[in-house]
């Protein structure tokens, strides 16, 4: 099933579109809805549906600049433009930023029916295509991408001085001169399944056609080195370059990806200081089962040091990085695999058992003093010498004391808003909190509150909250709602504008998606006064 976002000025085509297209039978779900470009380019970047419905003119950001915009920040989606001008002009221009479909208004929902299934048929068309591994297996072996790679592998080495990466860059059509440059690496995890490597590779390189300078340095590597003119632009663009790798590859089932993604530089001799910025950053992020996107300072200043004027990362102990964002399910996988290094040394069980209980205390208290506590204040009772002996006694001790350690460590840590951007985030809440009821808030609006990147900040604030930040938004108003309907007899369309929304319509659509009933019906269930007929 493919999800479909629909941009239009005009009430009624978005009311139209919406309630007279039978999504619940269709091959297509109803992703949401903005009334003008700027505010939808924002929800697009959090929802990240797979067909766009715009219209051409609309105020503040046209249908064609949203449209080219979209294009950039995530290539994979399909466009389909809707216009009440027959106007050769605006379809040229369409076509050139690699728009699917064109359709003139007035149209009927079994046209846009039927212009959505072309589109469907075509993404398919491309998923088979991407899912062809020998074809993957011929583009790899060829001359002209074989001394490609090889020439950005030599850049991103430090192997070739500035003025020979430039050289050797326009003989391949590579564009290498920007103000800033950023290295991401990409790991791609899948569970020694050769099949899906090749085939989550295949997706991913046919994603981008081309576009940007990316190459696997090795068969489950992925580096890519991206370029800007600022370096939040430089940022935005590698967090959005990551976003889609991991959209593409983890359309492959059991295929995870870990990308971690270095601090701009601004010379061209820089990037391999990049790249081996990222690569160390890589090495000390294994999330068991998850995909993670990661940049430098998502480990926090205290762990990069000058090293002749470039910045390296220091080797730290791979379990803080790794508790830092694991989750409940991921306990019982750690305490396994604590065990297999046990082994079956029965005489010497003790002995080894109480050096990896101190390696989890160690790094237990290193994760706490991340995020700004004390584990004497925290768990006082780990570091007590008759623990330590206490827990080894027996293989079923050491197990369970293990976990009681590790829960208490993420019931702490949830506590404190999870990661390392526990106060952007809280800053972030307070700021949707405070402002839900303005219709125009958004991703952008709040990312620029707490002084981040667009993309950036959607990254973090999913990883950190487990949703994506329309979800939280949503919730917020739907919540305040809730408290409307039920302790007032007001209108459920001026609580629809008092909540944020600019669309009673829509509102009650989200309401009912979200609740399982109509505002009308969820009052009556609720409300504390008689409910008017």
């Not at 950039?72 to 050139?96: M, N, T, V």
């Not at 990362?313 to 065990?339: C, H, M, T």
């Not at 800053?427 to 950036?456: G, T, W």
């Not at 979200?514 to 505002?519: A, F, I, K, Q, Y």
Request: net charge negative.
């Amino acid at each position: 099933m493919y999800s479909v976002f629909i941009v239009d000025d005009e009430v009624i085509v978005r009311e139209g579109l919406r309630k007279r297209i039978d999504w619940e039978h269709s091959a297509f779900s109803f992703a949401g809805e903005a009334g003008d470009g700027e505010i939808a380019l924002s929800m697009i970047q959090d929802i990240k549906p797979d067909i766009l419905i715009t219209d051409i003119r609309m105020p503040f950001m046209d249908g064609l600049e949203l449209a080219r915009e979209v294009k950039k920040i995530q290539p994979w989606i399909k466009i389909l433009i809707l216009s009440g001008h027959d106007e050769f002009d605006y379809a040229k221009k369409a076509i050139s930023i690699g728009v699917e479909e064109y359709i003139l208004k007035p149209f009927t929902p079994d046209e846009i029916l039927a212009s959505l299934t072309k589109i469907a048929d075509a993404l398919d068309k491309e998923s088979r295509e991407s899912s062809d591994i020998s074809r993957m297996k011929r583009e790899l072996e060829s001359g002209y991408n074989l001394a490609r790679d090889k020439m950005l592998t030599d850049l991103v080495l430090g192997a070739m001085d500035s003025s020979r990466a430039m050289e050797k860059a326009g003989e391949f059509g590579i564009k290498l001169r920007s103000r800033f440059y950023m290295v991401s690496v990409s790991e791609i995890n899948s569970s020694d399944d050769m099949d899906k490597l090749l085939e989550a590779k295949s997706r991913i390189s046919s994603s981008f056609g081309g576009e940007g300078i990316c190459f696997f340095i090795s068969p489950e590597t992925l580096v890519a080195i991206v370029q800007g003119q600022t370096a939040q632009a430089c940022e935005d663009a590698a967090f959005s370059f990551a976003e889609s790798v991991k959209h593409e590859g983890e359309k492959v089932e059991g295929v995870r990806i870990v990308t971690a993604i270095s601090n701009p530089v601004e010379h061209i001799a820089s990037i391999s200081d990049a790249f081996k910025e990222a690569s160390h950053l890589l090495k000390r992020c294994r999330f068991t089962g998850l995909s993670r996107i990661v940049s430098s300072n998502d480990v926090g200043e205290d762990a990069l040091v000058s090293d002749g004027g470039s910045l390296v990362l220091q080797e730290n102990d791979p379990l803080v990085d790794r508790l830092s964002y694991a989750g409940e399910s991921e306990i019982d996988q750690i305490v396994s695999e604590y065990i297999s290094l046990l082994g079956n040394n029965g005489g010497s069980f003790s002995i080894i058992a109480s050096y990896l209980l101190v390696d989890v205390i160690m790094a237990v208290s290193k994760v706490i003093e991340s995020l700004g506590g004390d584990v004497k204040q925290v768990m006082p009772e780990i570091l007590s010498r008759s623990f330590v002996e206490n827990a080894v006694q027996s293989q079923e001790r050491f197990i369970g004391e293990v976990k009681v350690i590790l829960r208490k460590l993420l019931d702490w840590r949830n506590s404190r808003s999870s990661g390392r951007y526990s106060d952007v985030i809280l800053r972030a809440k307070k700021f949707i909190d405070e402002n839900y009821a303005d219709p125009d808030i958004c991703l952008r609006s709040v990312a620029q509150e707490v002084n981040f990147s667009p993309n950036h900040f959607s990254t973090v604030f999913s990883q950190d909250c487990g949703m994506t930040f329309i979800e939280y938004l949503t919730q917020v108003r739907i919540a305040q709602a809730k408290k409307l309907l039920k302790s007032t007899d007001r209108k459920s369309a001026d609580i629809a504008y008092e909540v944020g929304f600019n669309d009673p319509h829509y509102f009650s659509f989200i309401f009912k998606k979200e609740v399982s009933l109509s505002p009308r019906e969820w009052r009556q269930k609720n409300s504390l006064f008689p409910v008017k007929s």
